[in-house]
């Protein structure tokens, strides 16, 4: 089953522009991942944020969690055409091992 | 570091057979799991290894197997494949965790297609 829904489902965004993405999740976790996926091939990890942690920042993403309201959300500033991909995020659960429960993905679409 | 290396990348089987999936993990990794992505539900946790034993599993039928080696290499079978079983597998490695989770990372997968 899927811990977290995702949204929007879809994204269509000009290059330059801002993407916002954002999760939701049901449970109680350890900590949460975003990962990106061109077209049916593997997931690339993108930024781990642990449970006791509100923000974190790479390059040009920024993912903010909010633990009181079981969410999340990733920021991708000045997009670019190469940022067209699905966007899913993944929780994992203490003393979940390295079991990850990922949510029903965004797909963004960066428009030149 | 080399990444996560799955193997093969395509696979085309047929009702009732079983197959073999391999995966490699990143040097000095020594957690793999696997995930089932198909359209309809998303991407499915199956088992995770660690240090050769299954310490985590899914809800999928026993059909679905696995192990994982000395080496940490892992192996899932799935035996008498049906038709819904064609999907894109994912192995993902991860360092050695104690409680709390670490990053996983994935390999690019392996496309099956049950006709």
């Known amino acids: 089953s899927q811990q977290g829904e995702e949204d929007p489902q879809a994204l269509s965004i000009q290059e330059g522009e801002n993407a916002t993405m954002n999760c939701s999740y049901k449970?109680?976790?350890?900590?949460l991942q975003w990962y990106r996926q061109n077209s049916g091939r593997g997931l690339v990890h993108l930024i781990l944020i642990r449970s006791n942690e509100r923000e974190k920042h790479s390059g040009r993403l920024r993912v903010t969690l909010d633990t009181s309201k079981k969410s999340s959300s990733l920021l991708i500033t000045a997009s670019r055409a190469a940022d067209t991909a699905s966007y899913f995020c993944?929780?994992?659960?203490?003393?979940?091992?390295?079991?990850?429960?990922f949510g029903t993905g965004t797909q963004l679409k960066v428009e030149l | 570091k080399a990444g996560v290396t799955q193997t093969p990348r395509y696979l085309i089987k047929t009702r009732g057979q079983q197959v073999t999936l391999s995966c490699s993990p990143i040097s000095g990794h020594r957690s793999v799991s696997w995930y089932q992505q198909t359209p309809g539900q998303g991407l499915q946790f199956l088992f995770e290894?660690?240090?050769?034993?299954?310490?985590n599993k899914g809800n999928f039928p026993g059909r679905f197997s696995g192990r994982q080696f000395s080496n940490s290499r892992s192996e899932m079978n799935v035996s008498t494949l049906e038709l819904g079983d064609s999907a894109l597998y994912l192995c993902?490695?991860?360092?050695?965790?104690?409680?709390?989770?670490?990053?996983?990372?994935f390999g690019q997968g392996t496309r099956l297609t049950v006709v």
């Open positions: 993944a929780t994992g659960l203490t003393g979940g091992g390295n079991k990850l429960t």
């Open positions: 290894y660690f240090s050769e034993t299954q310490r």
């Open positions: 449970t109680s976790i350890n900590n």
């Open positions: 993902a490695s991860s360092p050695d965790p104690i409680n709390s989770g670490t990053e996983a990372f």
